[in-house]
């Protein structure tokens, strides 16, 4: 992708930066990201709603990858920040991210959670249930301080990669469902309390999203019961939150849109609604994480040990694995990768690809072609950057490798290696 290409010493090179020499510089496994990338996408997204004239806010969703250095290139980036608990909230507070655009999420905050945001004064809540609205309201009168809230509404719309599925009820942990009256029921309350204002909806359908039908119908349902809401109760619905969940590729076959393409279906879908039902045209808002950071990541590896079994396979081991990427293990999620350190030589093996965690499922990537590999030899694996030192562990007491971002021929170390003295930080001895 983007600025990936083999060099002419046919070893990969990322953000014009030789990861040959990124492994000698900061060992493996290391996490590296082309920031560029993560820039062009973000000022696209932006830019797609800005060309049609759209009110919006892009807020990374940055559960996907959260740390000081990508809160400070996201708030130069000007973009919104979605955060899902006290501590996302608390390292965007170091990086000192506007508070203003700071929204907050989650389905169960605790009380210093929801104090800390109120300290901070963020832009917005995404309140989730009862408890959360009801402990709002107390706060707010408290401490006589207005909030702006979204309510997340459960739409009854599911989507994963190619198909949606609608549900009469839909049964998640997440939100106010809207077929059985609980979204009303929080419409009617928060709209009584003096503290609150209601700014509009939220609905998240789903992650890894490659069609628009599943968005466009979320869309319909909830300014459909908008329009209602405001014959109502005189609801206006200034913000539609319709979530993340775009696409990337992880292997070939994965066949994301464009990020022009779901916007523009986005905003398309809600100018018709709008128009059909004549309820104004409300803000677009949106909370991409994997879609920013997914694919302008990659993991570098050692190659290590080998395990043929004549007939049924060859495992290649490399020095990490489900701790650093747990996704194969938890999602079955598919990758791809390439020997970093002599890209274009003869494809000659079959491999899967093992971690080195004492467990059968550590596996990485099944049945990958690859040059005949051994110890000398550095394994690229890619679109490692959402979602994978995000849920990094430290299984086996393994530290977690460092990250490293680049761009234009330049590396920074965004976060450091951890080392055997870290693992034991918080270890207190029994004697
Ligand atoms: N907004 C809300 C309310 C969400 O729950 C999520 C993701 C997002 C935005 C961002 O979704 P994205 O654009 O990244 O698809 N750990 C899983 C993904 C979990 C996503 C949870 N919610 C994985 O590794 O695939």
Not at 285 to 305: C, F, H, K, M, N
């Amino acid at each position: 992708t983007g600025t990936m290409r083999m060099n002419k010493a046919n070893h990969l090179e990322i953000g014009g930066v030789d990861t040959v020499s990124l492994v000698e510089k900061y060992g493996t496994p290391v996490y590296v990201y082309d920031i560029s990338q993560i820039k062009y996408k973000a000022r696209t997204f932006k830019m797609t709603f800005q060309k049609r004239n759209i009110k919006a806010q892009v807020a990374y969703a940055s559960k996907a990858f959260s740390c000081l250095a990508i809160y400070q290139l996201m708030a130069k980036e000007e973009m919104s920040l979605d955060v899902v608990s006290g501590g996302e909230l608390f390292t965007a507070i170091q990086a000192e991210y506007p508070n203003k655009k700071i929204h907050f999420h989650g389905n169960n905050k605790s009380d210093s959670e929801i104090i800390a945001a109120l300290d901070y004064d963020i832009g917005c809540f995404v309140v989730d249930n009862f408890y959360e609205l009801s402990k709002l309201n107390e706060y707010t009168k408290q401490r006589q301080q207005k909030v702006s809230i979204l309510l997340r509404v459960t739409p009854g719309v599911e989507a994963h990669t190619h198909e949606y599925i609608t549900t009469g009820q839909t049964d998640s942990k997440f939100g106010f469902d809207l077929e059985n009256g609980q979204a009303q029921q929080a419409l009617e309350m928060s709209l009584e309390m003096p503290y609150i204002d209601v700014m509009g909806l939220h609905c998240h359908i789903g992650s890894q999203i490659f069609e628009t039908d599943g968005f466009s119908l979320a869309i319909d349902k909830l300014m459909i019961q908008s329009k209602e809401w405001q014959l109502l109760f005189d609801f206006q619905l200034r913000v539609l939150n319709v979530g993340g969940g775009f696409g990337i590729r992880y292997i070939s076959e994965d066949e994301p849109l464009p990020i022009e393409d779901y916007v523009n279906n986005l905003i398309d879908e809600v100018q018709s609604v709008s128009e059909k039902i004549q309820l104004p045209m409300p803000e677009i808002w949106i909370e991409p994480g994997r879609s920013l950071v997914g694919d302008a990541g990659i993991t570098l590896y050692q190659v290590g040990s080998q395990k043929k079994i004549p007939d049924v396979r060859n495992y290649l081991a490399i020095d990490g694995g489900m701790t650093d990427n747990i996704r194969p293990a938890l999602y079955d999620a598919k990758y791809t990768g390439v020997l970093a350190n002599r890209v274009a030589d003869t494809v000659e093996e079959t491999y899967s690809i093992a971690g080195k965690c004492c467990e059968s499922g550590d596996m990485l990537i099944w049945d990958l072609p690859l040059p005949k590999a051994d110890a000398t030899d550095i394994l690229a694996v890619f679109s490692t950057g959402a979602y994978g030192y995000a849920m990094a562990s430290n299984y086996n007491r393994i530290p977690r490798p460092p990250v490293v971002f680049v761009e234009n021929g330049k590396d920074f170390l965004a976060i450091k290696r951890e080392s055997y003295a870290d693992l034991m930080r918080l270890d207190c001895s029994l004697y």
